[in-house]
């Protein structure tokens, strides 16, 4: 084993693009059996890397619009998370799709925090679509990252109620605060080693 990873506890390396409201639960969580060691963003302005900066975690920028095509942002991601020495990586809000040599450079490595009841919802507007849509229960979904948008196994879901008067402010916020309960939990479990995948079918599922 290399040097970087020889203490036990699990490297962890956050992609977020935005205000980085998970990563900072993550940073901010107590676990003897992983840490944050780096984070990554496709956006110089955001939060995350302020929150990243102030807990002495190191960060990288890789911006789309360096490269000409998604293999090649990809990759350059892929070399950026590579640089940190990582176990698992955790997408955090990150709002760029990464291409399937990601997915074969980290298989069962990466996952996501969506917030929505996957398959319903996928995308960059899961609690909008949510509300427009109609329905009475949403919820947050957890999973790991395979070559499709928001679609690979799902490792936790919990359920939230739309209330009546809901915008998409007040139903975010509290998709946000299951998100950030349910997301260290699953980290651990990475950590730990007790999630053992199965084609779809994510065994050890976690229960808060
Ligand atoms: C979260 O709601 C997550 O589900 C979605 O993007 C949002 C990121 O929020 N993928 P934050 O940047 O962690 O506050």
């Not at 909008?128 to 499709?148: C, M, N, P």
């Not at 690979?152 to 402010?169: F, H, K, M, S, Y």
């Amino acid at each position: 084993m290399d040097q970087t990873k020889s203490d036990s506890a699990s490297r962890i390396v956050v992609l977020a693009s935005g205000s980085g409201s998970n990563l900072q639960i993550l940073l901010d969580h107590k676990a003897d059996s992983w840490r944050v060691v780096g984070v990554v963003s496709d956006r110089p302005s955001a939060h995350a890397l302020d929150r990243a900066a102030a807990a002495g975690v190191p960060s990288e920028v890789v911006q789309y619009s360096s490269f000409g095509d998604r293999a090649a942002f990809t990759a350059a991601v892929c070399d950026s998370i590579d640089r940190f020495d990582p176990h698992f990586i955790v997408l955090a809000g990150f709002m760029r799709v990464l291409g399937p040599d990601a997915i074969l450079r980290f298989p069962n490595q990466i996952i996501n925090v969506h917030p929505s009841l996957l398959p319903s919802f996928p995308g960059a507007h899961g609690v909008r679509d949510a509300l427009k849509y109609g329905v009475a229960v949403t919820g947050v979904t957890v999973h790991f990252v395979d070559e499709q948008l928001d679609h690979g196994p799902i490792i936790a879901q919990e359920a939230v109620a739309v209330l009546p008067g809901d915008d998409e402010d007040s139903l975010h916020a509290r998709l946000q605060a299951i998100e950030h309960r349910l997301l260290p939990h699953v980290v651990t479990q990475l950590a730990r080693g007790t999630l053992e995948v199965s084609g779809r079918i994510v065994k050890g599922t976690v229960s808060t």
